[in-house]
């Protein structure tokens, strides 16, 4: 295969970054075998070649992209014979629309339950940048950021409202198979899974069963991810 | 046609309900005739045959339905020869989870914004019972929870990023024609348009643009609704 797929990583090799688990489920969902080349937090002179510093990025062939979102549009486009992402055109558009409310409404609601149990999880040589970026960045330590979590964990969970509304009913947000939508917010709650102890829904929640039903998907390979985080 | 949609009306046969427009937008889309029934908000006698006291409702030959999205899912499936709602089975469940959240995190900041300017719209014999439900609802009076409204447009405006992410880029959620994604923020939008002359987004946000082009969709319906909103 000519695809190489870039993703973030903590020490000892963990693979948590939310936006990286969007893409591995997009590549797994796609059955295409690809490159790994691990990035670390600091070390993203490895993907200057993308013109930007976030990963994911793939390299297929001549190309090269990165932002998840593009990413999946760039696989479904490019290998439309195999299983859709997104079911249809219409979709897509849909996709996109629900990639933005994760991304606007749900994963900053995560950070603040979870990020002080992330530092643990990024190697010793990214640690000073991990903590200094989202220090700035939050205004304030992440051990501060992630106190009183419990009373954090309301907001979240009403968040997850319009997927749970699906869910509940149907196993996947695509219905009776998995989708590029069902992986966005999947991303964040593997992340969350990966790094930390802390419970983000009580297991009799349909977000629980339904993160469950991800976690065998594509031959389990989200199951199959060594769990990274510390137990307190 | 067998079909009889029973939609909410304010004064002067004003048909201004959010979940109304959705429904209507879904008809129109479908091209499907119908025999229309108003019911005002104190009339709900008239619908009591659905087993529930909310329109919209739609009654076809023996199948009464009602909740919005339960109706396009019905029409969906009914009229599977007819321009489709969803694009596709994934489409359906992305489109419930961005009705969710329309529903759960966009409507209800637009209430604070231009409920007392509804309440304008509203016929006499309904307007103790829109004022009394509401503000027990709102625990204030309708003017109180519009005060100072300038201020809550900022969250208001943020919340739509979902759907301008996807709409900068392309003329509709569902791609190059409207889908049933679109018709479910449209209708809150065309019941703002229609009830209050409060501008809830800039002429150059791509959400306006949006909201234009769907006032023209299906022989321009929506922009043909009378607008029911007193002038200040």
Known sequence: MAITFYDLCGKDRARFSPYGWRTRMALAHKGLDYALELVTFTDKEKIAFSGQKLVPVIRDGETVVSDS???AAYLEDAYGDRPSLFGSAEGRGMAKALNGYVDRMVQPLIAPLIVADVFACVGETCKDYFRTSREQR????LEAFQAGRDEKL????????????VVKDQPFIGGVAPTYADYILFGSMQWARLTSTFRLV??????????????DAHGGVAREEPIAAQVA
Chains 1, 2 share one sequence.
């Open 154 to 165: 309301a907001a979240f969970r009403t968040a997850l409202e319009p997927v749970r509304l």
């Open 138 to 141: 939050f205004g304030m330590t």
């Open 69 to 71: 979102f593009a990413i």
């Open 202 to 215: 009580e297991s009799d929640d349909p977000i629980h069963a339904w993160v469950d039903r991800l976690l």
